[in-house]
């Protein structure tokens, strides 16, 4: 399958009210259409292996399923039209997480080749790594010694969630 994608990586600020505070990636997002259909993966770090509080932790570990229904919410809304629908749903994320979570980045479109669903899967947790390894190192950049956020980036093993989106066929250019 030859697919078309971009990917969000969502991003947690444990105190907005701290002008010197800190973020740091906890998922990512992709969304992407296929030869013949619209595709969409999440993934995120388990919230048992941050430090959070309790309020936190639930978000985080609800994190995956709120990214479904929103992806989902904004495939159906999204339109044929200048703005390429992988575009409107990635602008819907931005403009609905602008709290503790927040999108970070969008990375620009993506072409990629897969040999099997599996290749889904693996693509997801390449974005996701990648992003947490650059979040580790600039955290523990900022906070030398003294970082509040903690995670063994070398374990990189985390549930990748996909599946299927209903997109309508492209009567234009965009996917």
Known sequence: MHLR????????????????????????????????????????????????????????????????????DAAAQARSGDESRIDQIMRSLQQSMRNSLFVSSVSSEIEAKLDGPNELSRLVLECLVGELDEGIRKLREQHAGGAAYELDAGEKFYPVFAWPMTMAPARDSHP
Do not use: C, E, H
């Open 5 to 72: 994608y971009k990917y969000a990586v969502i991003s947690y600020s444990p105190d907005l009210t701290d002008p010197d505070g800190y973020s740091f990636p906890v998922g990512v997002v992709l969304v992407g259409r296929g030869d013949a259909l619209g595709v969409a993966a999440a993934a995120s770090i388990p919230a048992a292996r941050l430090q959070l509080n309790p309020v936190a932790t639930a978000v985080v570990n609800d994190l995956v399923r709120a990214l479904k229904k929103q992806v989902d």
